[in-house]
């Protein structure tokens, strides 16, 4: 096995599909296809089983994409140490909700991006913190920017308490702040019932001796904001999106009192790369608030 063949792996698992992982490879698709094949029968098992158009990871293979991710890894420190680091062409992925990304791209990448001007940034958008976590355990994202809790086989660096506030449509007659209380019977845009993060609010609405009424209930973020811009409900969220709520001709209102959640950067349980270990540094340090 060479790291040809590991790239191969990778690329195949990434992409779904041979077509779209020989493309990503500037490869033939039946060369990458023999590749494979020849992998598997020289180590004696299936990394790869089709499923319609494109391919599924076996059981076996899931350890074997794991493996080759972390010796990539390795080989990429490695090279990186031969040059000093921080050359050109040295890449960070970051994981992040679309609602945590407005802090990360305005404060935490800039700082980042004056001290290591050489590095390439790829933020890897997901739609949840489970997203992120699995971003993250499978190795596409060398951090992950998300609320806490997260699993414990990944650790976390706290940064921030970040306030959950109300997103309304104009024209409601509120105060700001809006007493909790204020949200028994409001319609509200929530997560999908059962859900871990509509267990999150409903333990929130329990402590306060509250119950909205569920207007909307949907795991799909995309359809948050739109909801509430047709008057359908409010929504609960973070202060982060209150400029893109107030873009968007919506009325943002603090809590009283005010729920916060930690914000974290999290990552597997290893040995960070040297790009990565400097970003946990810095957003440590506070010198991008």
Avoid at 99 to 105: D, F, I, K, R, T
Wanted: with cysteine.
């Amino acid at each position: 096995m060479n790291l040809q063949q590991l790239r191969y792996v990778v690329a195949t698992a990434e992409h779904r599909t041979m077509t779209d992982a020989a493309r990503s490879l500037y490869i033939a698709q039946p060369a990458l296809s023999r590749a494979i094949r020849d992998l598997e029968r020289e180590l004696g098992m299936t990394l790869f089983a089709r499923s319609g158009r494109g391919v599924v990871v076996t059981a076996q293979g899931r350890r074997v994409v794991k493996l080759a991710r972390e010796a990539l890894d390795a080989v990429r420190e490695i090279e990186a140490l031969a040059t000093q680091s921080h050359t050109a062409g040295a890449e960070l992925r970051i994981a992040s909700t679309p609602s945590l990304e407005p802090g990360l791209a305005g404060r935490l990448l800039p700082a980042y991006v004056a001290e290591h001007p050489g590095i390439r940034v790829h933020i890897v958008r997901c739609d949840g913190r489970d997203s992120v976590v699995t971003a993250v355990r499978e190795q596409r994202a060398d951090l992950g920017l998300t609320d806490l809790p997260v699993p414990t086989d990944l650790v976390s660096h706290p940064l921030e308490r970040q306030e959950i506030v109300l997103i309304s449509p104009p024209g409601l007659d509120l105060p700001d702040p809006v007493p909790m209380s204020r949200l028994n019977g409001m319609r509200l845009v929530l997560p999908g019932p059962g859900s871990p993060r509509r267990r999150e609010f409903d333990q929130i609405f329990t402590s306060y001796g509250v119950r909205p009424i569920p207007a909307l209930e949907s795991d799909e973020r995309a359809k948050w904001l739109p909801a509430v811009r047709e008057g359908q409900a409010s929504l609960l969220w973070y202060r982060g999106m209150a400029e893109q709520a107030a873009r968007a001709g919506l009325v943002v209102r603090s809590l009283d009192p005010a729920p916060r959640k930690i914000i974290a950067i999290v990552h597997a349980r290893k040995r960070l790369p040297a790009t990565a270990q400097d970003f946990v540094t810095l957003a440590e340090g506070g010198s991008a608030a």
